[in-house]
């Protein structure tokens, strides 16, 4: 099945910089990606997803890029906010174009003001 | 209903009972799956339904853990003879069925003592 790689595992920055999140992925069949934000004792919620015939999709701050030749998709998050702290997971399908997903470990963000 | 409601939204049981945990998808989705969230860990697949079709069982870590669905809306998971390993809290999310982006429930939080 699909394995997914996600790095880093904790990242901290000061408010206004940049975030990024880099995923990786195994199956070359894999078709739709998405970034889940998991707050606090909250339930995880989709922000963004790709889809393997696109290779950046961009949401106000937040921006998804897939390199299909390398297998890596990344999130973007410019102009951080404290209210982007959170866990963030990225996803494939299980295998192939499955609806079920596989999540990475998650990156636990720190946007320090 | 808005969103997708599980309960209990805690439980916590002694080691060998039986627990039941209830899952109301979003009206007019056709996909349910069901993932376990260990403290401070990712999100590991445990089942899903499609439709009428066979679930596919393959992440259910043993032969303790069952789930049914019934009439194709509410879903059961049920663990027997609870260890301490499985606590954790437990989430369902439903999708439409041409559809992979998820909608999480708040999950249920399992502690066995």
């Known amino acids: 099945g699909e394995n997914v790689e996600q790095h880093p595992s904790t990242l901290s920055v000061q408010e206004g910089d940049s975030a990024v999140i880099k995923c990786t992925y195994s199956d070359s069949a894999s078709n739709y990606f998405p970034w889940y934000k998991q707050e606090l004792g909250k339930r995880p919620q989709l922000i963004i997803d790709?889809?393997?015939?696109?290779g950046e999709k961009k949401d106000q701050r937040i921006a998804v890029t897939l390199n299909k030749t390398a297998k890596h998709f990344s999130l973007h998050i410019t102009e951080t906010q404290p209210e982007d702290s959170a866990v963030y997971f990225c996803a494939a399908p299980l295998s192939g174009s499955a609806r079920q997903l596989t999540f990475g470990s998650g990156t636990q963000l720190t946007v320090l003001p | 209903g808005a969103g997708v409601s599980q309960s209990p939204s805690n439980k916590v049981t002694e080691k060998g009972k039986d627990v039941e945990l209830r899952c109301d998808p979003i009206s007019g989705h056709t996909a349910l799956y069901w993932y376990r969230q260990s403290l401070g860990q990712g999100l590991e697949f445990l089942i899903y339904f499609q439709g009428n079709s066979a679930p596919d069982k393959s992440g259910l870590p043993s032969d303790r853990f069952s789930a049914e669905r019934t009439g194709g809306s509410v879903s059961t998971l049920t663990i027997q003879r609870t260890q301490q390993e499985d606590s954790a809290v437990y989430l369902c999310?439903?999708?439409?069925?041409?559809?992979?982006?998820?909608?999480f429930g708040s999950g249920t939080r399992l502690t066995v003592v």
């Open positions: 790709i889809r393997s015939n696109v």
């Open positions: 999310a439903s999708s439409f069925e041409q559809d992979t982006a998820y909608t």
